[in-house]
């Protein structure tokens, strides 16, 4: 074996070790220990298998139930050690988001008392 050989096979080796204790601290839960998101030109970059497993849980819960509609969005409680209590929102580009229909009902809201205040001003 070539010295340059030995060395591309010393650097496959480091980097499938860094890559076990990567996974390793994924789970065991040790989150401190590992980087979830990094920034790349400016850029929130997502990536890595806990995305994936993220994603497949909130779209699962997207399709409700076998009797249920499907759900626009989707809202999720967690706790973290740190930061405390946090809501995770995934939504579908294909619907409204929560903001929006939340204007949408306050716009209905006042439209609504708007005719009340009428009707009792008539009275």
Excluded at 18 to 24: D, I, P, Q, V
Aim: proline content about 3%.
């Amino acid at each position: 074996m070539t010295p340059t050989e030995s060395q591309a096979l010393k650097d496959e080796v480091a980097e499938l070790k860094a890559e076990n204790e990567r996974l390793t601290a994924l789970l065991e839960a040790r989150y401190k220990d590992v980087r979830l998101v990094e920034f790349v030109n400016g850029q929130l970059v997502l990536e890595g298998s806990i995305i994936a497993h993220m994603a497949e849980y909130m779209a699962q819960m997207l399709e409700g139930y076998d009797d249920g509609p499907v759900a626009n969005y989707t809202e999720t409680r967690l706790t973290h050690p740190r930061m405390g209590e946090l809501i995770l929102t995934m939504q579908r580009l294909t619907g409204k988001s929560p903001h929006e229909l939340r204007r949408e009902a306050e716009a209905e809201r006042d439209l609504l008392q708007e005719r009340l205040n009428e009707v009792d001003d008539a009275c």
